[in-house]
């Protein structure tokens, strides 16, 4: 069963989640950075089509879990890899996240959804 799951393309159109690994010794920062999100980056946000977007923190090891949702979030992601503000935003969090991935998001694979 495994294999199979490790091959699935199963994603959500509309929902999204993924893992970031931070860096334990800097999370309060971190945590600090999120209580004072740019204006600019939450309107990008928007603009980009991101709603309910949560973060989640697992302190004891950096773990972080992001969850959103859009009408299409494979088009939201490419909307805000084109804001300029989120390329700034990304460079001043890169520095909290654990190499290699950096700030590189691992999506996960939906596999239950219940409405």
């Known amino acids: 069963m495994t294999d ?7 994603r959500s159109p509309q929902r999204a989640c993924f893992l970031l690994r931070g860096r334990p010794e800097l999370l309060p920062e971190y945590v600090e950075a999120h209580q004072h999100v740019w204006e600019s980056m939450r309107e990008a946000l928007s603009r980009s089509g ?3 977007y949560s973060l989640f ?3 004891e090891d950096g773990l972080v879990v992001g ?3 859009s009408d ?3 088009a939201a992601m490419a909307a805000m ?3 300029e ?3 700034r935003w990304q460079a001043e969090m890169a520095q909290y996240f654990v190499p ?7 999506l996960l694979d939906e596999y239950f959804h219940l409405a």
């Open 4 to 10: 199979r799951l490790s091959t699935s393309a199963a």
């Open 50 to 52: 991101w709603r309910r």
């Open 57 to 59: 923190l697992r302190t």
């Open 67 to 69: 969850y959103f949702e």
């Open 72 to 74: 299409d979030v494979t």
């Open 81 to 83: 890899d084109r804001e």
């Open 85 to 87: 503000v989120n390329a």
């Open 100 to 106: 290699p991935n950096g700030g590189a998001p691992e």
